[in-house]
Structure formats: C-alpha cells, structure tokens
C-alpha cells in the first residue's frame, strides 16, 4: 500500500508557472521544476534535484506536508500501463528507507512515460 493509495482520483499534468510560485519558498537557487502533475489538492513535482509530493491535509487544506524524495534515493520504480478496464496507470517508486513503494496513480499513459523521463535521467548518470 502506498503513501497515497487512499487518494481519490488520479493525476494530471499542472500549471508550472502556478507550481513554481507555490514551491519557490521550498526550492534552492539552482532548482527549477521540470514537470508537476496534480493529484485532486495533492500534487507530485520533479525538479532537477528531487521529487517533492505536496500532500494537503484537513478539510480546509491549510496544513500541508512536503516530502522531497532525492532521485538518489530511489532504488527501482515500475510503470503499469493503463487496460481495457482500469483507464489509469500507476508509478510505483521504492526507496532506500521504505519497504513499501509510493503508488501514484495517472489519467494518461503520457503521463507516466514523461515522468519516467525525468526519473530516469537523473537516477541513471
């Protein structure tokens, strides 16, 4: 089970002009944000450093948890593409610390190749 597997909905691709005013207190000089896909009031964004999952909580949404995953620290991750049946695809990261993966789902297939993209690029040097 995943740290967001109780989430309801899947995600799409967000605004980054939006995305980089959000974070810009979050993010060191020499970080820019690559792709950022929202997750309901959730979002998931890649920077050139890291992958930091923005987690709303309450029912205001007024306290918020920033996780910064370091692409060194993902050890292996897998895709699933989206079938007849089940229209999402799911990205599944496993980390250094973490017995369990992080599941993320996607409304697009695209999706998931763009950011298997960014992971690859900077876990694979």
């Known amino acids: 089970m ?3 597997s109780g989430m309801l909905g899947s995600a799409s691709e967000a605004n980054l002009d939006k ?13 820019s944000v690559e792709k950022a896909y929202q997750l309901v009031r959730d979002m998931i964004v890649l920077t050139n450093k890291r ?13 918020t948890e ?5 692409y060194r620290s993902i ?10 049946f089940d229209l999402d695809s799911d990205l ?6 973490t017995a369990e993966p992080l599941t993320f789902d996607f409304r697009k297939a695209e999706n ?7 992971i690859t690029r900077h876990t694979c040097r």
């Open 75 to 84: 050890v292996r991750y897998s895709i699933e593409s989206a079938g007849h």
């Open 19 to 31: 995305v980089e005013k959000q974070i810009a207190s979050i993010v060191i000089d020499d970080e």
């Open 51 to 63: 992958i930091i999952v923005i987690d709303k909580q309450g029912m205001t949404g007024r306290k």
């Open 112 to 118: 998931v190749a763009d950011i298997i993209q960014v």
């Open 92 to 97: 599944k990261l496993w980390l250094s610390s």
């Open 2 to 4: 995943g740290l967001l």
């Open 66 to 70: 920033y996780l910064s995953i370091p």
